[in-house]
């Protein structure tokens, strides 16, 4: 992928669709915003071994998406159609990331 478009994506469209349904969420009536299936195939992302907020217990999972100097965690629900919940997104300095090897 060429650099320009590869900062273009991360840097404004990641951040901006990240907002996009934080909006969308709270002014929806619809039950569900997007599910995961749908998310899955269109967003890039990687899976949380847990999500920030630990007060969704095993009711949520979350993943990530990077974008710029920020992470955005997009919570799903474990239940039924598993629908965006919420998104929340955090600066560089809130976020550390820990690789396994």
Not at 10 to 17: S, T
Not at 55 to 67: I, P, T
Request: hydrophobic share 40%.
């Amino acid at each position: 992928m060429p650099s320009k478009l590869r900062q273009l994506l991360l840097y404004v469209c990641m951040p901006l669709l990240a907002w996009v349904f934080s909006a969308s969420l709270a002014a929806a009536d619809a039950p569900c915003v997007m599910n995961y299936e749908t998310f899955e195939s269109a967003v890039p992302h990687l899976d949380a071994e847990s999500c920030p907020e630990k007060s969704m217990g095993d009711k949520a999972f979350c993943r990530v998406s990077v974008g710029g100097d920020h992470a955005h965690v997009f919570y799903f629900s474990s239940e039924g159609d598993r629908c965006l919940i919420k998104v929340e997104s955090f600066d560089d300095e809130e976020v550390e990331l820990k690789f396994k090897k």
